[in-house]
């Protein structure tokens, strides 16, 4: 045992130092057993590997202060030989086995994110401010603050919807296509960004509260964003969409997102010199201008946002946590939906003695109940386990969930106005708008109720434009354009054809010749007995189709 213990110098240790030795090596293999225990519970080995490298260092730097570091690992073998019986056998092994796992690990120590070397100022940043979601660990659930961010967009689709109603033409509705448009556009770049970057972060946290504030900014200009306050729009969303891309470009360094960023950076600098541009010039101008930018902006992913230099991306670039994406645009829906029960609301409150407006009041909430239904009963939680299962999430999370929930977005708002107008002036018949103050001919009576049927043949009444026609647009594009999108969304997930959304579609561009000549609450009647019928399909005959199939 003496031979052991001695160095090739014939010198021998003070046996209080090999005494002290000994019982520090046993307490660090006691401490590495209880550390893999613990990790084979909580599944993590990132904890192991830093605790056993300080381990390791405080072990090392003992013995060095006692003065036999280099006898230490000239005569690591022996020392080993030197605990007795089966118990220290076992205590080496796993000693080793640890030592072996650090070893092997420090030439090759991954960032939190799993995404790139432990080199340069980048990784510091993202570990040091915990910048990055655990992919192993992270659920990916949707955080408080991601929520606190939301809370804008309310005010968004809000501003949107009162401006449509308070001055409703095509220009108009043109005009707020380019506003939606570029508001879902902020607010789906930020869920991406939240899908790799830790909102729980302080530093994210940061970065959310600003674009929280500019997004607040570009909600209170949207009445105004096509008059006087154009440039403030511009220039607020080009800041917007720049800043965010710039910063996530700079926390990426060395990390293989980077180049991804730095991609979408480019393309959404040059969209934003056309939002600043249009923001500076007025009337058709601006529309134009601003209708180049959004294209831009669209079809950057469609592109891989191709730059000269770096390419283009792949969607298996994009690693997401596809069931928080998919968790946040469902939240997004709620948002919108939640527009048109505020809409009801506030609008039951002046109707409350009028019975076709309380009637409208029922028809509405209907409508936005079946909505509701026909997304959330079955098609959200399939969606989400096939994004999870996917090899290909960032494809899904890309058209199904950026492209796709747009037109349902869209609809939802339409259908907010469409409730709007319809609890306000129920017997309102668009063919007959242009009259309503001519009794005298017989089409129209000045209480607002439609002419006979004799009378309505012919050449329209005077006064009458294709502009009136923009209330059925209104009334039956909202939840037609609802169901196109979900029919896409639900075939984005499903081989199937969904039958019985197209046959809803159908039906609803059926009646909309009919709803020229009907007043608003019968046109409301039709749209909501169809998403009504919808609803009880999917929530029913769906359930007994599939399980019919799926047993033959």
Same mark, same amino acid.
């Given at each position: 045992?003496?031979?052991?213990?001695?160095?090739?110098?014939?010198?021998?240790?003070?046996?209080?130092?090999?005494?002290?030795?000994?019982?520090?090596?046993?307490?660090?293999?006691d401490t590495l057993n209880d550390i893999e225990c613990e990790a084979n519970n909580n599944d993590t080995i990132a904890g192991v590997l830093n605790m056993g490298n300080v381990l390791e260092d405080d072990h090392q730097l003992a013995l060095e202060e006692q003065g036999i570091v280099q006898k230490h690992h000239h005569s690591n073998n022996n020392d080993n030989n030197s605990i007795s019986g089966n118990d220290g056998r076992r205590k080496s092994g796993l000693l080793h086995r640890q030592r072996g796992l650090l070893s092997s690990t420090s030439t090759n120590n991954f960032d939190s994110d799993n995404g790139s070397i432990d080199t340069g100022y980048g990784h510091k940043v993202r570990c040091h401010g915990k910048l990055m979601r655990h992919r192993d660990v992270d659920t990916g659930k949707v955080t408080n603050m991601e929520l606190f961010f939301d809370l804008v967009y309310v005010y968004a689709i809000s501003a949107i919807s009162e401006t449509m109603v308070e001055e409703l033409s095509w220009v108009v509705v043109l005009q707020m296509l380019i506003?939606?448009?570029?508001?879902?556009?902020?607010?789906?770049?930020?869920?991406?960004v939240t899908n790799w970057f830790n909102p729980d972060s302080y530093l994210v946290r940061l970065l959310l509260l600003f674009l929280m504030l500019a997004s607040l900014i570009l909600s209170a200009v949207v009445p105004q964003s096509f008059h006087e306050l154009g440039l403030v729009f511009g220039i607020t969303f080009g800041v917007l969409q720049v800043v965010r891309s710039t910063m996530a470009t700079l926390a990426l360094h060395g990390h293989k997102l980077q180049k991804v960023f730095i991609r979408?950076?480019?393309?959404?600098?040059?969209?934003?010199?056309?939002?600043?541009?249009?923001?500076?010039?007025?009337?058709?101008? &601006?529309?134009?201008?601003?209708?180049?930018?959004?294209?831009?902006?669209?079809?950057?992913?469609?592109?891989?946002?191709?730059?000269?230099?770096?390419?283009?991306?792949?969607?298996?670039?994009?690693?997401?946590?596809?069931?928080?994406?998919?968790?946040?645009?469902?939240?997004?829906?709620?948002?919108?939906?939640?527009?048109?029960?505020?809409?009801?609301?506030?609008?039951? &409150?002046?109707?409350?003695? @009028?019975?076709?407006?309380?009637?409208?009041?029922?028809?509405?909430?209907?409508?936005?109940?079946?909505?509701?239904?026909?997304?959330?009963?079955?098609?959200?939680?399939?969606?989400? @386990?096939?994004?999870?299962?996917?090899?290909?999430?960032?494809?899904?999370?890309?058209?199904?969930?950026?492209?796709?929930?747009?037109?349902?977005?869209?609809?939802?708002?339409?259908?907010?106005v469409a409730d709007r107008l319809s609890i306000d002036d129920p017997f309102h018949v668009p063919y007959h708008k242009g009259n309503n103050s001519d009794s005298g001919d017989g089409s129209h009576g000045s209480d607002g109720h439609s002419a006979p049927l004799h009378k309505r043949s012919g050449a329209p009444p005077q006064g009458f434009e294709i502009k009136?026609?923009?209330?059925?647009?209104?009334?039956?594009?909202?939840?037609?354009?609802?169901?196109?999108?979900?029919?896409?969304?639900?075939?984005?997930?499903?081989?199937?054809?969904?039958k019985a959304h197209l046959a809803a579609v159908i039906a609803m561009l059926c009646v909309t010749p009919m709803c020229v000549f009907l007043p608003r609450w019968a046109s409301a009647v039709c749209t909501t007995g169809i998403l009504l019928f919808l609803a009880i399909y999917e929530s029913y005959f769906r359930c007994v189709f599939v399980h019919k199939s799926s047993v033959f």
């Open positions: 045992m003496a031979n052991n213990n001695s160095s090739s110098d014939g010198t021998r240790p003070h046996p209080s130092t090999l005494k002290s030795y000994d019982t520090n090596t046993n307490t660090l293999i506003i939606t448009l570029a508001i879902w556009w902020s607010w789906v770049y930020t869920a991406w979408i950076l480019t393309w959404q600098a040059t969209a934003a010199v056309f939002w600043i541009i249009g923001g500076a010039l007025s009337g058709n101008a &601006r529309n134009i201008i601003w209708a180049v930018a959004v294209v831009i902006e669209y079809i950057g992913p469609m592109a891989g946002f191709y730059t000269p230099g770096l390419g283009k991306s792949i969607s298996t670039d994009w690693e997401i946590h596809g069931g928080h994406l998919a968790e946040r645009c469902s939240l997004f829906i709620i948002i919108a939906l939640g527009e048109s029960i505020v809409v009801t609301g506030s609008s039951f &409150r002046d109707v409350l003695n @009028e019975p076709a407006g309380v009637a409208m009041f029922v028809i509405s909430f209907l409508g936005a109940a079946s909505m509701w239904w026909i997304y959330f009963h079955s098609a959200s939680n399939e969606a989400i @386990e096939f994004v999870e299962s996917s090899n290909d999430p960032g494809a899904m999370g890309r058209m199904a969930y950026t492209y796709i929930h747009f037109v349902m977005v869209l609809g939802i708002i339409w259908c907010a009136d026609m923009v209330d059925v647009i209104i009334i039956i594009g909202g939840p037609c354009l609802f169901v196109l999108g979900h029919a896409l969304f639900r075939r984005s997930f499903d081989p199937r054809l969904p």
